[in-house]
């Protein structure tokens, strides 16, 4: 075996002007034996095999990319998809969560903390944690327990305990300060498997180095399929994982745009969004300096989304990066878009995206109907109207988008919704 | 300013300085001035006064709670700085501030803003020591400290390396956790400070995290220079205002006695 320290390459702690360690300095060993042992274990031939096989095996990777006909008529491109939503549990949650648990078992941590806020990376954590037999904890805002019910039920019957959260508003801003908390106490023995890129370092590149899977996968079968690079690629951002996952493997291809979809909520005027990369000032949240919505004290504000998934007032660090140099650019697509934009894909494509990626998919349909004006596909109910996007679109553009989960989790909601 | 922490721990009489911690603007700002001034009465000999958060992160369920009462009613940092500003004549004054206020207008504009109110040092328990370097050389600047914490878990070169950087005192929390009232405190807390006390040396060391009783607070002052009473005494204001502060603070200072 060769050594791993001779091949380890050392992990991002900064992000340009982001990134660090804002944490109490009862965690920092953890942070460091955390990294250490990414570091070694990403550079582990043995390590890297029981992960892909689980990734094949266990989770259904690849993922295909699929020529999305309908949606690439309607958008006036044409348009891939790369299907996460396919993955085992139904969504791009569950790479980070099986690399994050074997390299917990790896360190010998038999008890698994997680936040969960639609609960898509709970249920992820909590599968990865059924598979290797390890304790599984998630901490959940009681509002968010009482919105996704079905899958704290899904929680409980893989074996995981689902710890309330009552502080604040009592959504995923609430549940990772809760789990943090229970790291800071139970380090020793516990490993956090924080389900974005956000976070202390070595989270963000941990995650990022997790989810690269997607984004280097696709750029594989876009080149097979059409023989050349996508001119965008677009992903939804929340915290960030699936879209720095895509975007790191076309970093290097200054010809391809990066795009990243905030949520706007009610609008960004209405101050009622998710979209700290469109509007937010440089601070400190959960262990990183990144974009965060905060006011004038710097007090943390509240943030709203249709989509609990996005429903967060911070941004991963290496995003907040790649805005400030140019590299990506970050939109924000309203409530009401995404929504409309759900609904549309299921008329389309007969795929139910969940309503994060629904975000991304707004964005595309919004810059195809503005170029097509008068000449795009006539939906049902007329609801590509008033779509964001703003990009003067070619028939010759071509698109990838990272359709990150399914929707199944979203029915009640947008059901409710009318 | 910072000099006055020095003659804070050394002129005490007692077997440590006694140094509660209230929250700003809980349970109300005028209470939280009150207790602020009955901590002074009850003979505290340095106040740790807290600037509520959002996100705590460091803080356990009392005095979570507490910022977030203090948050709701439309307590401010100026708020805070002002509680300051009225008592800091009367003993210094540490401001136990989270990173993100400090840095959200700049950490050179509000170094400037709490040595305005008097302030004689800032604690941040989010920002460990290799984030601390701006932050120090601002507070340096305007003679305030930049009182470093360490842990349990803290190894030796690393507690070395914030020994020497230390300013004021050293902030030892006393268990791998939040902060919040324990019944019992580590058996390994004694060894901890002796580590502690060999990296910092001469500056003092102050133990807190965990201490609730007048027992415990005896128990600690024999081992260290400080004795650091956070939830309990937020407990106090919150059930029974400035005349419990007083009542409990005068209780531990009696504890400390040689």
């Known amino acids: 075996m060769s050594e791993p320290a001779a091949t380890a390459r050392p992990l991002d702690r900064r992000f340009g002007a982001y990134g660090g360690r804002y944490v109490p300095e009862t965690l920092i060993p953890a942070l460091d034996e955390l990294e250490a042992a990414w570091v070694e274990a990403r550079a582990d031939p043995a390590f890297a095999e029981e992960l892909a096989v689980l990734l094949r095996d266990y989770a259904g990777r690849p993922t295909p990319l699929y020529r999305a006909r309908r949606l690439s008529e309607a958008a006036g491109r044409t348009v891939y998809l790369k299907r996460e939503d396919l993955l085992h549990t139904g969504a791009h949650k569950l790479n980070n969560a099986l690399g994050q648990a074997l390299l917990a078992r790896r360190m010998g941590k038999a008890r698994i903390i997680a936040e969960t806020g639609a609960g898509q990376h709970g249920v992820a954590t909590a599968t990865a944690c059924a598979l290797l037999g390890l304790e599984c904890v998630v901490y959940m805002g009681s509002e968010d327990m009482r919105r996704q019910r079905p899958n704290v039920e899904r929680m409980g019957l893989l074996g995981a305990e689902v710890a309330p959260v009552e502080a604040g508003a009592r959504t995923l801003k609430e549940a990772v300060s809760e789990a943090i908390r229970d790291w800071v106490t139970n380090a020793g023995h516990s490993h956090y498997v924080l389900g974005s890129a956000v976070g202390p370092a070595p989270y963000p590149a941990l995650v990022r180095d997790l989810q690269r899977v997607i984004g280097d996968e696709a750029r594989a079968q876009i080149l097979a399929a059409e023989g050349r690079l996508p001119d965008r690629v677009i992903a939804c951002v929340g915290g960030g994982s699936n879209a720095i996952g895509t975007f790191v493997a076309f970093a290097a291809d200054a010809d391809v ?21 469109s509007t937010g000032a440089r601070g400190i949240l959960h262990g990183s300096l990144s974009a965060v919505m905060q006011d004038t004290d710097g007090q943390i504000v509240e943030a709203h989304s249709v989509s609990a998934g996005l429903d967060y007032p911070g941004s991963g660090p290496e995003h907040a990066h790649l ?33 994060e990626p629904a975000h991304a998919v707004a964005w595309l349909l919004g810059s195809g109907v503005e170029a097509a004006a008068g000449t795009g596909p006539v939906t049902a109910n007329g609801d590509g109207a008033g779509l964001a996007g703003g990009f003067r679109a070619s028939n010759e553009g071509l698109d990838l988008l990272t359709l990150s989960g399914r929707g199944d989790k979203d029915l009640a909601e947008v059901l409710e919704l009318g | 300013m910072a000099d006055r922490i020095a003659a804070a721990f050394a002129g005490h009489g007692r077997r440590a300085a006694l140094m509660p911690y209230l929250m700003g603007g809980f349970p109300d700002l005028a209470t939280s001035h009150a207790v602020a001034e009955a901590c002074a009465d009850a003979g505290a000999d340095l106040a740790e006064l807290g600037v509520p958060f959002s996100d705590p992160l460091a803080d356990g369920p009392t005095i979570h709670a507490a ?192």
């Open chain 1, 257 to 277: 745009e990066l795009i990243g979809v905030e949520a706007a909520g009610e609008g960004i005027d209405s101050g009622r969004h998710s979209a700290p990369l």
């Open chain 1, 323 to 355: 805005r400030d140099s140019g590299r990506a650019r970050y939109v924000a697509v309203t409530d009401d878009d995404a929504v409309a934009a759900f609904r549309r894909l299921c008329r389309l494509e007969g795929i139910v995206p969940a309503l």
């Open chain 2, 67 to 258: 910022a977030t009462e203090a948050l709701a009613a439309g307590t401010t940092v100026d708020d805070v700085l002002g509680v300051c500003d009225s008592v800091a004549a009367r003993l210094p004054v540490l401001l136990m501030v989270y990173a993100n206020t400090v840095l959200a207008g700049g950490a050179e504009a509000f170094v400037g803003r709490a040595a305005n109110a008097g302030a004689a040092g800032l604690i941040v328990p989010d920002l460990p020591h290799d984030e601390a370097t701006e932050l120090r050389a601002a507070c340096d600047s305007r003679g305030l400290a930049l009182v470093p914490l360490v842990a349990p878990t803290t190894a030796a070169d690393r507690l070395a390396a914030i020994g020497q950087d230390a300013r004021g005192f050293v902030y030892t929390v006393s268990l791998t956790g939040t902060t919040g009232e324990r019944g019992e405190l580590p058996p390994e807390l004694s060894a901890l400070v002796e580590r502690v006390r060999a990296a910092a040396a001469p500056t003092p060391v102050a133990v807190g995290f965990g201490i609730a009783t007048a027992e415990q607070a005896r128990g600690v002052g024999e081992i260290a220079d400080g004795v650091i009473v956070g939830s309990r005494v937020v407990r106090a204001a919150g059930d029974g205002g400035a005349e419990a502060v007083r009542e409990l603070v005068g209780e531990l200072g009696r504890a400390l006695e040689p």
